[in-house]
């Protein structure tokens, strides 16, 4: 774990990326992709009860209908007093201005990161956080990769790069 003091709650924002089904977990292993969402579920019901606003992400890439989000990602967001569902057209979520401007309307800079995938769109919006002046922090549980892409790869960035960075998404939300 690696973690530089607490997150302040009033600060803290979810960010959803890419629960789309078939089209964006086919390659993933199937157990790990239920143990995944679960562990989305319990944190974004967290939020929902600690009014900490949820951005959603389906992503339509090159303008082609990637599919629906799941819809037990769906349910659960639609529980938070402050959801944002937008739609991103590229790996990275601030390439829509919607999501920069939902942020500053809930005065939000530290952003929990989860979805897929943790080497591309996931990484791709955290690099552009950085670049922005946001803060994040993630959980392994909360991220995935297609089997053909090493988990320790793709998670050795978010270690150095992140606030704090976990295994377990209890220990993040103990820091919020």
């Known amino acids: 774990m ?17 629960m789309q089904g078939e089209s ?9 992709v239920d143990k995944m969402v679960q562990s989305q579920i319990s944190v974004l019901d967290y939020f929902a009860s600690n009014n900490i606003p949820v951005v959603n992400f389906r992503n339509r890439f090159q303008l082609k209908d990637t599919g629906p ?8 967001v639609g529980k938070n007093s402050k959801p944002k569902n937008l739609v991103k057209e ?4 601030f390439t829509n201005s919607l999501f920069e401007d939902h942020l500053s309307e809930c005065n939000r800079d530290h952003l929990i990161l989860m979805g897929v995938n943790a080497y591309a769109c996931v990484k791709e919006t955290a690099e552009d956080a950085l670049k922005k002046g946001y803060r994040f922090s993630v959980s392994w549980d909360l991220v995935g990769n297609p089997k053909n892409i090493s988990q320790y790869d793709s998670f050795s960035w978010f270690f150095w ?3 704090c960075f976990t295994r377990d ?3 993040l939300l103990e820091k919020i």
């Open 169 to 171: 998404y209890r220990r």
């Open 69 to 76: 989000v799941l819809p037990e990602i769906l349910e659960v």
């Open 2 to 18: 690696r973690l530089f003091g607490r997150i302040p709650r009033e600060r803290v924002a979810g960010v959803v990326i890419d």
């Open 90 to 93: 590229s790996n990275s979520g």
């Open 24 to 32: 964006y977990l086919n390659g993933h292993d199937s157990g790990s």
């Open 161 to 163: 790069n992140s606030h």
